[in-house]
């Protein structure tokens, strides 16, 4: 497993590191992502930005385009796409029950968790 830092960077502000994650490759790194993605929500323009442990970039997605990659999830159980519906259903800004342990679905589909956004 390799530490990844994962970062939220605004338009006109500091990044801001949300999170240090040890996940088991760089293909996994994009369900953190997404995950990110939904419990900040409001796009407003934000990126994500995820480096490896020597500091490299490894990601550079925009909120709004991880959200809509966990919409191409084909798992019909994906908790991502239930956090979705409950944002939705609800009109939050929060995701309800997304919690910093989240631990995302294994059927992903070929892309979102299992290929997308990671260069």
């Known amino acids: ?13 500091a990044p801001v590191i949300f999170d240090v994650l040890a996940v088991p490759d760089e293909q996994a790194v994009w369900c953190q992502v ?14 994500i930005r995820v480096k490896n442990c020597k500091g490299e970039i490894v990601v550079r997605a925009g909120v709004a385009t ?18 979705i519906e409950q944002l939705i259903s609800l009109g ?16 992903r589909g070929d892309r979102s968790c299992k290929g997308g956004g990671v260069s």
């Open 1 to 13: 497993m390799a530490a990844f830092t994962f970062e939220v960077i605004r338009q006109g502000e």
């Open 34 to 47: 997404e995950a990110l993605a939904l419990r900040i929500r409001n796009s407003d323009g934000a990126f």
């Open 66 to 83: 991880a959200l809509a990659s966990i919409e191409t999830c084909s798992c019909t159980a994906c908790p991502l796409k239930k956090g």
């Open 92 to 107: 939050s800004s929060v995701a309800a029950g997304l919690g910093v342990d989240f631990v995302p679905c294994d059927g």
